[in-house]
């Protein structure tokens, strides 16, 4: 199976019903060179026909909850029919509002992807060919968005970008400079150190001071790590009682992180 690469940073799983993220996987598979064939095809060679993620097959109900799960009381306290009532509500509105049919079943959302340009599908003598682009369509770009939900994925976008740019940095700050408390520094210089190029580490320090990691000084006045140039020297002065509380980390034995 074959997940495409921009599904989490584009944000539809926030959006669609739960079948959206195996349907994009079966579709992700089905575009890899060697298939052709319908999805009820790949189902049936990768599946036997049956695919439980997916709700069973094509023709299953869309819902936006796993049905055998537990209910959670404390995060939806007014219960599993009345949360999806209220999420199909939504998805619903977002659609007619933008004129395309709401969708009953995983065929139909699947139609969907192709209205939306998430995925291709042509016919050949060899048999049906699927392609995914390989940047997908921004939910934003094809619904109204409210507010908060445009916010999230706005934020998801960009820890998604920033993440292996902070990790990389401080990497560089606790291992090799054991968490100083501050330091005195440039772009350049810590480009040159975590092997990064500036804006990189632009991005990565931007992260960390707006998420209260770190503060940013040009002599005592508060800089704006956006406007930095990159010889320009800064105070760089770090909060990690504040990065730990905040931040989790997950490592693995040997080199791999």
Not at 16 to 41: E, K, N, V, W, Y
Not at 194 to 208: I, W, Y
Request: no cysteine.
């Amino acid at each position: 199976m074959a997940m495409h690469n921009d599904w989490w940073a584009s944000g539809w799983e926030h959006v669609l019903p739960r079948q959206g993220f195996p349907l994009t996987m079966l579709i992700g598979t089905a575009s890899q060179p060697g298939f052709t064939g319908s999805l009820d095809d790949l189902l049936q060679e990768i599946f036997d026909g049956h695919w439980d993620m997916i709700g069973g097959d094509l023709d299953g109900a869309l819902t936006f909850s796993w049905p055998d799960e537990e209910w959670d009381y404390e995060e939806a306290p007014q219960g599993r029919e009345a949360w999806e009532a209220s999420r199909w509500e939504k998805f619903g509105a977002q659609l007619t509002a933008s004129g395309f049919p709401v969708p009953q079943t995983v065929r139909d959302l699947s139609e969907l992807y192709l209205t939306w340009g998430l995925t291709g599908r042509e016919e050949t003598p060899e048999g049906t060919l699927w392609s995914m682009p390989a940047v997908l369509p921004l939910p934003g770009d094809l619904l109204p968005l409210d507010t908060d939900l445009t916010q999230r994925l706005d934020r998801i976008r960009w820890t998604m970008r920033t993440g292996p740019l902070v990790d990389t940095l401080i990497d560089h700050l606790s291992d090799a400079l054991g968490e100083p408390q501050e330091i005195l520094t440039s772009l350049d210089r810590l480009a040159a150190a975590t092997g990064q190029d500036t804006d990189d580490v632009r991005l990565a320090l931007a992260e960390l001071a707006q998420s209260g990691d770190a503060r940013v000084y040009r002599g005592q006045e508060p800089a704006v790590v956006e406007r930095l140039e990159a010889h320009q020297r800064f105070r760089l002065v770090l909060d990690w009682e504040h990065f730990h509380e905040t931040r989790m980390q997950l490592s693995a034995p040997g080199d791999d992180v």
